[in-house]
């Protein structure tokens, strides 16, 4: 019965116009549909009510409308003001239609919504910033907002909620290169008063009204969140979540030696369930019923197997919801229509993971337009869910023709504009909490809230403590930070202190000894922002600190970060001791940066640690450390830089290697210092024309991503220059100095390769 309805439904879409797309590859000719035409259900624009019946939701919970069309549209991110409104990016532009013919118009808007009778439903919106381009990420400030587009982060002034001023383009490469699926986003406001974002290697921060941008690792994809400790959470497309150990920067700074730290990890495996079949999926003909070796749908239950879309997430820190549930990850995939609960714990110098439902999901729905694409923890202690309510999720650039074809036969295609909802998910047997109503307050009425239950609290009036940059406030933080019966308080008042350029010795010595390990981890590395004049008395006292696990790695961060003899000898002590855990050296090693011949001759060996001592060597020696510089000129320089471009642009390599080449966790391996780059030109070539699938050896490290790359020679865009100037560039791009790769090479290995057809190598056919 399987193979007739599949005929039948084959026969049906072959009746429907073909197109070839750019998301098609050769080798995956075999596109028959997997599941059974009788097996899937019409996909019809539900209202609100019916879609509410779609919903299945973990015991215990209600799942609520806060507002939908005609009230918003198409919304993708969001952030709540300190009264409690929301400021959401509307990305109206977004595949209008199966072609995304529209996508170059400038449709997208940034909007106001209030419950201005305070019922608990939105009934008043105000449009602040409209005819924009796929607007993507908000930020705001007491006189301002920042927001991102498809290319650039902004800084709009504004009175009130109009924009007042010139807007400022804070960055202008935010959001350089890729598709609308890889670029930045997010826009988070750190415990460490540093702005983050997904799918990026950048922060910003503004000082004495100017704004500042520095490097920081590159995370994610889509959607950001961080725990009450700062700690920052991402995914990419193929991985639900990904959690960073450490504060961000604490390992990171010093690119003398390229160092794999690893301070993220992945939480929980990729397994999702949805509750319907799930046809519309990209890849979904890759089955063995096509005769394929993996399976994205499930062959016999015909849903999809793991994530393929995962999108934004929240970390959960409200206060309605279960004790338990505190600290959750819930994060969204709308391919799967579907949001998915996974617990966090503290592991040996990472987090881990599980799934608390098993083979359930915490939130599902059988209606194929739910398209769930980030969460929220709200002011009211609830978590709201960004609906994108929309037939198509995936952008042109990777639709196939399979998928063309399912979003066409259930009329998935339109209606293209209208549709967006944000739903509001509770304790079924909790009152929400109240309204906030920060924005007008003095920032010393803020501090009572910096120990508030509900994160989304704490953190705002730290940011609007900072933001207003009040030194008066200096003794009431402090006797926050002295209060042991409020730890998370503490742990703000901290960093209001940070922030405010307040921090003193004394305020780290009283965190040192709270005999709380996350707290005195966070004043270790706040310490680094201490005035000179505070330094000699702070060294004094981490000296004296005795760490534990996790403290160590931000105690041995701090000596290396400060220019003096007896924090050195400290190092060497500490690394004696905690040298072989994880994370110590490389924090140590990052704070050391331009000092490691120093270190090397005080260290003497104390410290026999072959991998630390070869980072010190390294980096103190001139003729490793140095990089030849980059000479290029005529064709080559401009090869080079027409390479640049594709990379960033058409080609999308930037998506899973990253703009800085050093790969990304689970997408791809490092580009820079990579022997395949660098090495036999037509095994290069080979690989970007045909496409390569894991796992393989990169100079001396094993990768394993669990997705293939695909081959750029069967992209109708990319022509044979194309691929000789992405060469070129990467060989030539970051530390790499391999030779120039010339337009008949790439056609001598095209033609000398065409029977592959586009077939995928593996590691093995270079071998």
């Not at 199966?98 to 419950?115: F, K, N, W, Y």
């Not at 008395?537 to 996790?550: D, E, L, N, Q, W």
């Not at 510089?629 to 899973?656: M, N, T, W």
Request: glycine content about 10%.
């Amino acid at each position: 019965m399987p193979t007739v309805s599949r005929t039948l439904l084959s026969t049906l879409l072959l009746a429907l116009p073909l197109y070839a797309q750019q998301g098609d590859r050769k080798g995956h000719e075999r596109m028959d549909p997997i599941v059974p035409e009788n097996l899937i259900p019409p996909a019809p624009v539900l209202s609100v009510e019916d879609a509410l019946k779609s919903f299945t939701i973990a015991p215990g919970f209600t799942i609520e409308p806060v507002v939908a069309e005609p009230l918003i549209e198409k919304p993708v991110a969001l952030k709540f003001d300190g009264d409690g409104r929301m400021w959401v990016c509307e990305m109206v532009g977004y595949m209008t239609d199966i072609d995304g013919s529209t996508e170059a118009q400038p449709q997208g808007r940034i909007v106001i919504l209030e419950d201005s009778d305070h019922n608990g439903s939105i009934d008043k919106r105000t449009v602040f910033l409209e005819k924009l381009l796929l607007p993507r990420a908000i930020y705001l400030l007491d006189d301002g907002i920042l927001w991102a587009d498809q290319g650039s982060l902004y800084f709009v002034p504004r009175e009130g909620d109009k924009p007042s001023g010139k807007q400022v383009v804070v960055d202008p490469d935010y959001a350089k290169g890729g598709n609308v699926e890889h670029k930045a986003n997010g826009l988070l406001s750190g415990l460490d008063n540093w702005i983050y974002s997904a799918k990026s290697d950048r922060r910003y921060k503004r000082i004495n009204g100017a704004w500042v941008m520095e490097k920081t690792h590159f995370r994610g994809q889509w959607g950001i969140s961080q725990d009450d400790f700062g700690r920052l959470y991402h995914n990419n497309n193929s991985t639900l979540l990904v959690g960073d150990f450490l504060l961000p920067n604490t390992v990171f700074g010093n690119n003398n030696v390229r160092v794999n730290s690893r301070i993220a990890s992945t939480l929980g495996s990729n397994r999702v369930w949805p509750i319907r079949v799930t046809p519309a999926v990209n890849r979904g003909y890759i089955n063995e019923l096509n005769g394929y070796r993996d399976n994205t749908i499930d062959p016999k239950t015909f849903k999809l197997i793991n994530a393929t879309g995962a999108s934004g997430m929240a970390i959960y820190r409200g206060d309605q919801f279960p004790r338990k549930a505190y600290g959750t990850a819930f994060v969204t995939e709308p391919t799967g229509n579907l949001v998915k609960a996974i617990t966090i714990a503290e592991g040996d110098g990472k987090l881990t993971g599980e799934h608390p439902y098993g083979e359930k999901e915490f939130l599902a729905s059988t209606d194929e337009r739910f398209r769930p694409v980030d969460a929220v923890t709200a002011p009211d202690g609830s978590l709201y869910i960004i609906d994108f309510y929309h037939g198509i999720i995936q952008h042109k650039t990777y639709v196939t023709t399979y998928l063309r074809q399912q979003y066409l036969s259930r009329k998935l295609d339109g209606p293209g504009y209208g549709y967006g909802r944000i739903y509001r998910v509770r304790a079924s047997d909790k009152d929400l909490g109240p309204a906030p109503n920060m924005q007008s307050l003095a920032a010393k009425d803020l501090i009572p809230f910096l120990s508030h239950p509900n994160g989304w609290w704490r953190d705002t009036a730290q940011r609007l403590i900072v933001e207003r940059g009040d030194a008066s406030l200096a003794a009431d933080l402090t006797t926050l930070l002295g209060t042991p019966s409020q730890p998370l308080g503490q742990l703000h008042a901290l960093w209001c202190l940070e922030g405010l350029g307040l921090l003193t010795t004394p305020h780290i010595e009283v965190m040192l000894n709270s005999g709380e390990e996350q707290l005195a981890s966070s004043a270790l590395f706040a310490a680094l922002s201490l005035q000179d004049a505070f330094l000699p008395s702070a060294i004094k006292a981490v000296i004296a600190y005795k760490p534990g696990k996790t403290s160590a790695i931000y105690k041995a961060r701090f000596l290396a970060g400060v220019r003096s003899t007896a924090a050195a000898e400290a190092l060497v002590t500490l690394l004696q001791k905690h040298g072989d855990r994880p994370l110590v050296r490389e924090a140590a090693f990052a704070g050391l940066k331009g000092r490691e011949a120093n270190f090397l001759h005080r260290n003497d060996r104390r410290f026999n640690n072959k991998e630390f001592l070869g980072w010190l060597k390294d980096a103190s020696s001139k003729d490793k450390n140095k990089v030849a510089p980059r000479k290029l000129e005529g064709d080559h320089l401009a090869s080079f830089q027409r390479g640049e471009d594709v990379y960033q642009g058409e080609a999308g390599c930037i998506g899973c290697h990253g703009i800085e080449g050093t790969g990304l966790p689970n997408l791809g391996p490092p580009l820079d210092g990579s022997d395949w780059v660098t090495g036999d030109t037509t095994r290069l070539i080979s690989v970007l024309l045909h496409g390569l699938m894991g796992p393989i050896t990169v100079s001396g490290e094993r990768y394993a991503p669990p997705a293939a790359m695909p081959g750029l020679g069967q992209n109708p865009t990319i022509t044979d220059q194309n691929l000789a100037d992405v060469a070129t560039y990467l060989r030539q791009g970051w530390d790499n100095r391999a030779p120039a790769v010339p337009l008949k090479e790439v056609q001598s290995t095209r033609a000398a390769t065409k029977d592959r057809n586009g077939a995928l190598y593996t590691e093995a056919d270079f071998k």
